[in-house]
Antibody, heavy 121, light 106 residues
Framework: QVQLVQSEAEMKKPGASVKVSCKTSGYIFSSESINWVRQAPGQGLEWMGWSSGYNDNKEYAEKFQGRLTMTTDTSTSTAYMELMNLRSDDTAIYYC??????????????WGQGTPVTVSS | AIQMTQSPSSLSASVGDRVTITCRASQGIRNNLGWYQQKPGKAPRLLIFSTSTLQSGVPSRFSGSGSGTDFSLTISSLQPEDFATYYCLQDYSFPRTFGQGTKVEV
C-alpha cells in the first residue's frame, strides 16, 4: 500500500535551516510528483512547492523563493524539503503529499503524517 | 496567482443536515479542483478530485459539482464523523492555491 512517512519533529532557532524528509513506498516514485504543504498553528493549508518525480522540474511558491529547496533521491524513493533562514512564523506542521495524474485527473491522494517544526530562540 | 475564495468560513449543522460549501476561483480553472477534509491533529484527506470524482473509499454522501470558476462540495446527510474542516484546492496552474477552509461544527 502507498505510504509517505515523514521525519520527526524539529526545533530550530531563527536563522537556522530545517530539512524534512518524506520516504515513500508502495508505488513507483518516479511516476508521480510530490507537493509540500504547511499549516501554521490554527491556520489553513498553504501550498509551498511541487517537485516532479520523473524529471528535475520544480515549482515554488513565490513567498519561499530563495529560501526553499526541494530535492528527491530516487534510489531511496525519498523527497526532501529544506527551508533556510527560518523565522518564528515558519513554525508549522509540514506535509508532503503524492500528486497523481492519470486519465481520471490530478489529485493529492496520499499524505505524510506531518512534521512539526518549531522556530524559537 | 489564482485566488480561491471559500465560503462560509464556518457553519453549524446537525446530524442528518444537508451541507454545501462553495469555492470561487479568481479565474477559470476548468474542472481542476479538489476537496480535502481535515480533522484536528491529522493530515488532510482527499475526498473529491477533478471537481466531481469521488476518491476511492469516500462515502457517497459527499459530492462535488461546478466548472470554470464556481464549485461546491455537498454532504447530503451529515454524519458525526463529518465534523471537520474542509478545503478546496485548485490544481489548474502553479502556484497551487487552497481556499481558506470551512469548519463544520455542531
Amino acid at each position: 500500500q502507498v505510504q509517505l512517512v515523514q521525519s520527526e519533529a524539529e526545533m530550530k532557532k531563527p536563522g537556522a535551516s530545517v530539512k524534512v524528509s518524506c520516504k515513500t513506498s508502495g508505488y513507483i516514485f518516479s511516476s508521480e510528483s510530490i507537493n509540500w504543504v504547511r499549516q501554521a498553528p490554527g491556520q489553513g493549508l498553504e501550498w509551498m512547492g511541487w517537485s516532479s518525480g520523473y524529471n528535475d522540474n520544480k515549482e515554488y511558491a513565490e513567498k519561499f523563493q530563495g529560501r526553499l529547496t526541494m530535492t528527491t533521491d530516487t534510489s531511496t524513493s525519498t523527497a526532501y524539503m529544506e527551508l533556510m533562514n527560518l523565522r518564528s512564523d515558519d513554525t508549522a506542521i509540514y506535509y508532503c503529499a503524492r500528486e497523481r495524474v492519470n486519465t481520471d485527473g490530478l489529485r493529492n491522494d496520499f499524505w505524510g503524517q506531518g512534521t512539526p517544526v518549531t522556530v524559537s530562540s | 496567482a489564482i485566488q480561491m475564495t471559500q465560503s462560509p468560513s464556518s457553519l453549524s449543522a446537525s446530524v442528518g443536515d444537508r451541507v454545501t460549501i462553495t469555492c470561487r476561483a479568481s479565474q477559470g480553472i476548468r474542472n481542476n479542483l479538489g476537496w480535502y477534509q481535515q480533522k484536528p491533529g491529522k493530515a488532510p484527506r482527499l475526498l473529491i478530485f477533478s471537481t466531481s470524482t469521488l476518491q476511492s473509499g469516500v462515502p457517497s454522501r459527499f459530492s462535488g459539482s461546478g466548472s470554470g470558476t464556481d464549485f461546491s462540495l455537498t454532504i447530503s446527510s451529515l454524519q458525526p464523523e463529518d465534523f471537520a474542516t474542509y478545503y478546496c484546492l485548485q490544481d489548474y496552474s502553479f502556484p497551487r492555491t487552497f481556499g481558506q477552509g470551512t469548519k463544520v461544527e455542531v
